[in-house]
């Protein structure tokens, strides 16, 4: 039993620095420039996290087993959007942000910018509109009727303790789920505010990105207009496909294990 307990505060420990590492390297990411090759790599790593994190929801059997997902939603969100920041950068200093986002630009909308960005416009609307609007009302929900009905599910659990129907033991580990559900959905219903805030986001730097870039490709490279249109256009759209897909992503798994219900089965 001893042994057991060191482990767990060895890994305990380890994840406490996985966390702080994380926190520190979003920060880098936003101050120092970024070169390309690192770009793709953070960029591929992001959306692989994004399928993990799917998974994940899917097949974990009830909400509380994947407690730490709004603290793991809220870090993909500050990791996404400090990419944003970078590849921004890379897009407007250099015109080039690496083959990852190419590829989006030209190989997912077919290198026309027009179709990109209609299509970009699409996933955010699907995002914001439909599932992050719809995850954060029932979180708003799911955390009122959890907090208004703890009272009343400890005093079940107390009544069922003094009939002598559960032991002790039993009674102490149904208070702490009943307190770990509240304070899970109280954090679901903070997070989620966090994934609204990133679909605006998105919008807004797509917006910067197109601007930014037609001034500098004009004024600065000194490109014809309908050059530095195309060529930052696909650029953001590729920016924008490659953080959004994700962003779709990881507000679907938030959406899906805000519904689930406390059975002991997962969806698959």
Known sequence: METQSRTLNFFTRKSDIAFS??????????????PPVLMDV????NL?????IFLLTIYV???????????????????????????TRLILLHG????????FGYFVVGGNYIVGVIVFLILVVINFIVITRGATRISEV?????LDSMPGKQMSVDADLNAGLITEEEARRRRFDIERQADFYGAMDGASKFVRGDAIAAIIILLINIIGGLAIGILQHHMAPQQALHTYTLLTVGDGMVSQIPALIIST???IIITR????????
Do not use: C, W
């Not at 407690?67 to 793991?72: A, D, E, I, K, T």
């Open 21 to 34: 590492l994380g926190t520190i390297g979003i920060i880098t990411v936003l101050v120092i420039p970024l």
């Open 42 to 45: 953070l960029l591929s790593f």
């Open 48 to 52: 692989a996290t994004s399928f993990m």
């Open 61 to 87: 059997k009830r909400p509380l087993d994947f407690s730490v997902f709004p603290s793991l939603l809220l870090m993909a969100t500050l990791f996404r959007l400090s990419l944003n920041v970078a590849s």
């Open 96 to 103: 080039y942000a690496g083959k990852v986002i190419q590829a």
């Open 142 to 146: 799911a955390a009122r009727f959890t």
């Open 253 to 255: 798994a938030a959406g």
């Open 261 to 268: 219900s406390s059975s002991e089965s997962h969806l698959a």
